[in-house]
């Protein structure tokens, strides 16, 4: 069974005391999501903007003839 793919959505928002919040990072399945999990949380937030990361996919796992090949060069 895989994991779910998700993305990470950025926003950036004002809290109800009027802060203004850059940069956070919220992981989703969707857009719609991601927002849900940021209203759990910031309560009756203005939303200001929001963007997609894009993750990296993971890199391979070196083997051990790859490594000791990098140490002998």
Request: charged share 30%.
């Amino acid at each position: 069974m895989q994991a779910p793919l998700l993305k990470k959505y950025g926003f950036r928002i004002r809290t109800r005391v009027g802060l203004v919040v850059d940069n956070l990072l919220i992981p989703g399945r969707d857009a719609d999501e991601a927002e849900r999990k940021l209203r759990q949380i910031y309560r009756d937030c203005e939303i200001l903007a929001r963007s997609c990361q894009q993750t990296a996919p993971k890199a391979v796992p070196a083997s051990y003839e790859d490594v000791i090949a990098l140490i002998t060069r």
